[in-house]
């Protein structure tokens, strides 16, 4: 219950669950409407039934559901004064259940046409009636990383030649949704026995309030889980019950887990991909010809302050002071918004320097790309990172990267692959970052990251030998090819009976 008022605002708005008075009105709006209209009669515990069966304090002949509606409906108590009545009754089984159909869902599930399931274990029925083969789930077709996890997993499953098929997640109206480069593969159904989520944790349990036990039953659940702190939300630990078992993207991501979770945990490299292009150049982007040119992408959905462009231009500035070195730091947002103060700020120093160029608006992920491409060198001044794909994709196009040596990008980045900056780790306040309060994240030092760019701007030869080495080791270990076989040599172990056809 607290996971849905936490993901919508309507409720949140609607009910204080800080106070007893509120806890008690959302609970009433929960089980009077909310459990059918998102989906979730089969989700009822047996002591949920129970208690809503069961006759209310003080009212021996009237269930506790119907006292709920009783009380939260003033015609219904100028109809009915006296809650025990016949007459009460006999409403609840006509006009009732056309007026509340909690009433007639409840009715349903003890003559026995539905069966209950507890919310806990879901009671999900052992796979085996499906074939082999992985459900991805996630966001197909939108325009933002986490969107480009579930199409990733997928070229891992064609190089790998593991059935699958994508169940497409609509992410709102603030993300576009115009990469089409899956569509051939996505389905609405899940004819697969593994389900592979692509998605947040905390998406997923949006996904089970949303879709009920449909999208879990008679399949093994893998959550494939991005995160970005030391910890998992004590708030969202629910969501493991959810999974039978959570795929770590990054060793960072898997110790977040590891302090929490029941399930098994295994740690799973994404795969990473650079062939795509739209043929753009330098002066397609207005950017200068001749400049060494320092890059950072990032979206504004993923945090302004875990992303922090605002030391890199810092940094860049505090490298090069002249204002006359030729040299330019290439700034590219997506969905940025004019009101946000930083990003005010950010504007403002890019109007006193010219050597500094924004670029806010979403790109085709060849552009995104080719502005990389264009550029001499990605930086990344993050706070934290789950992945950190945009240096693993940078380092794959033969870039050098700067980037805070902190969180999930240490997986690739190391002293020998990338110039690794200076931090000190610093806590979260209760605003910085959802569900951060209590954790910590990395304060990268400017002036190591101005360092680290001076060198690389006029030492060549470091500069290539970090690209490199960088190149190297993102293509070994995170290509389709290389993270499909770890895909199917994990499927492979587990129990043949959960396929009717075996693993190749």
């Known amino acids: 219950m607290k996971g849905l008022w936490s993901l919508r605002t309507d409720l949140q708005h609607a009910f204080d669950i800080q106070s007893p008075s509120g806890q008690r009105a959302f609970i009433r709006w929960y089980f009077i409407q909310g459990v059918v209209e998102l989906g979730l009669t089969s989700l009822l515990t047996t002591a949920q039934l129970n208690w809503l069966l069961s006759a209310a304090t003080g009212m021996p002949r009237t269930p506790n559901i119907l006292a709920l509606i009783w009380n939260s409906d003033r015609q219904l108590q100028q109809r009915y004064p006296d809650p025990g009545a016949e007459s009460l009754r006999q409403w609840t089984r006509n006009q009732g259940e056309e007026q509340y159909p909690i009433l007639r869902e409840l009715r349903q599930l003890v003559s026995g046409n539905i069966q209950s399931t507890h919310a806990n274990t879901m009671n999900r029925n052992a796979p085996g009636s499906l074939p082999f083969g992985l459900n991805l789930i996630g966001y197909a077709r939108g325009q933002f990383g986490i969107g480009e996890d579930v199409r990733m997993a997928a070229k891992a499953c064609l190089e790998a030649n593991i059935p699958f098929s994508i169940y497409n997640v609509e992410p709102g109206r603030e993300v576009s949704q115009n990469d089409s480069s899956v569509e051939a593969h996505v389905s609405d159904h899940l004819p697969y026995t593994i389900n592979l989520f692509c998605t947040t944790g905390i998406e997923t349990a949006r996904l089970a309030a949303v879709e009920g036990h449909k999208l879990f039953e008679h399949r093994y659940n893998i959550g494939y889980w991005p995160w970005e702190l030391p910890e998992w939300p004590r708030q969202w630990r629910h969501a493991y019950d959810l999974v039978d078992e959570v795929w770590a993207s990054s060793r960072f991501a898997y110790q977040a887990f590891q302090g929490s979770s029941p399930k098994p945990l295994r740690h799973m490299p994404m795969a990473v991909t650079t062939s795509e292009t739209a043929d753009k150049s330098r002066a397609d982007f207005g950017l200068p010809s001749k400049d060494f040119l320092f890059v950072f992408s ?60 924004i670029i806010n608006e979403t790109l085709s992920r060849g552009e995104v790309l080719d502005l990389y491409r264009a550029c001499d060198c990605f930086i990344s001044l993050h706070r934290s990172e789950g992945f950190g794909r945009g240096i693993a994709e940078s380092m794959q196009l033969g870039k050098p990267v700067i980037t805070t040596g902190h969180s999930g990008n240490m997986d690739f980045t190391t002293p020998g692959t990338a110039a690794l900056v200076d931090h000190h780790l610093t806590p979260l306040g209760e605003k910085d970052y959802p569900f951060g309060n209590g954790q910590y994240w990395a304060e990268p030092h400017v002036e190591s990251a101005a360092w680290w760019m001076q060198q690389l701007q006029r030492n060549s030869e470091m500069s290539h030998q970090l690209a490199a080495q960088g190149r190297q080791l993102v293509d070994a270990t995170y290509s389709p090819v290389a993270v499909g076989r770890y895909y199917r040599e994990i499927l492979a172990s587990l129990p043949l009976s959960l396929f009717t056809t075996t693993v190749q």
């Open 298 to 357: 990032f979206d504004f959905l993923s945090s302004l302050a875990r992303k922090n462009p605002q030391a890199c231009v810092a940094a860049f500035q505090q490298a090069f002071p002249q204002g006359d070195e030729p040299v330019g730091l290439v700034v590219k947002a997506m969905r940025a918004t004019d009101d946000n103060p930083l990003w005010q700020q950010l504007h403002q120093k890019a109007a006193r320097d010219r050597r500094i160029h």
